[in-house]
């Protein structure tokens, strides 16, 4: 099925199944969801168990799987942001997903851990190098929110919780999953900066980085331009409703 979305482009009516970073809150998508369903879009953002010692990858990837069940149809597009490039993988080989987009995200290679990802792929290096480069401050409240209105910062829920039990497990693919993936990076972001992106994915996946505006936490920072984005990639999909 398609439809005309408010930007004007004929494109598959699909539901997103939005995957948060760590912290796990599904409010880091609550000024996306209104704009998706607004372009004709269902929605879905998930809260992850992060506070949880016990909860690893599992029990990260079968939330999101309860999350999708109450999918009515459509094409399913699941988008996984930062840390939630662990867990939106392993979704795609549980359940039929059409399109898988990473946000700012991190992409792991099998058998390694989360905790090593970050010595892997020279973050730290990689995010010094951008700071000098652009005189940014090597803070990590500048870094997340210095694009976020903080009248949207006031409203984050506290305290902010992430247990450490995900980053101690070893991925568990043997490889990337077969589902057609898009890579959307942030140009302003000072986390992950966008040339340590292109690096990383072009390294891992062979794959082109999409830019767009915005920094690390660019649902909140600029949720419009993203919902355009999300939606516009429907238009790549040849898919009936199932």
Excluded: K
Excluded at 88 to 109: K, S, Y
Excluded at 196 to 211: D, I, K
């Amino acid at each position: 099925m398609s439809s005309a979305s408010t930007t004007g482009q004929h494109d598959v009516r699909a539901t997103f199944l939005l995957v948060p970073g760590a912290g796990g809150r599904a409010w880091y998508w609550h000024r996306l969801v209104p704009e998706l369903r607004a372009r004709g879009s269902g929605a879905i953002a998930v809260d992850l168990p992060a506070g949880d010692d016990d909860a690893g990858l599992e029990q990260y990837t079968q939330t999101v799987l309860d999350a999708a069940a109450s999918c009515s149809g459509g094409p399913l597009v699941v988008v996984g942001q930062s840390m939630g490039g662990l867990t939106a993988p392993l979704v795609c080989t549980r359940v039929q997903v059409d399109l898988l987009v990473l946000l700012n995200a991190m992409v792991p290679r099998p058998g390694e851990t989360g905790g090593e990802w970050w010595t892997a792929t020279g973050h730290e290096q990689a995010r010094t190098e951008a700071a000098r480069a652009h005189g940014w401050p090597l803070d990590d409240d500048d870094a997340f929110l210095h694009d976020v209105p903080p009248e949207v910062v006031a409203t984050a829920p506290v305290p902010f919780a992430q247990s450490g039990t995900p980053f101690a497990e070893p991925w568990p693919l043997r490889a990337w999953p077969g589902t057609p993936t898009r890579v959307l990076a942030g140009r302003d972001d000072r986390f992950f900066p966008v040339a340590f992106q292109r690096r990383v994915v072009g390294e891992r996946l062979g794959l082109p980085v999409e830019e767009l505006p915005g920094g690390h936490l660019v649902a909140l920072s600029r949720p419009a331009e993203l919902a355009d984005r999300l939606v516009g990639s429907l238009s790549a999909l040849s898919v009936a409703d199932r």
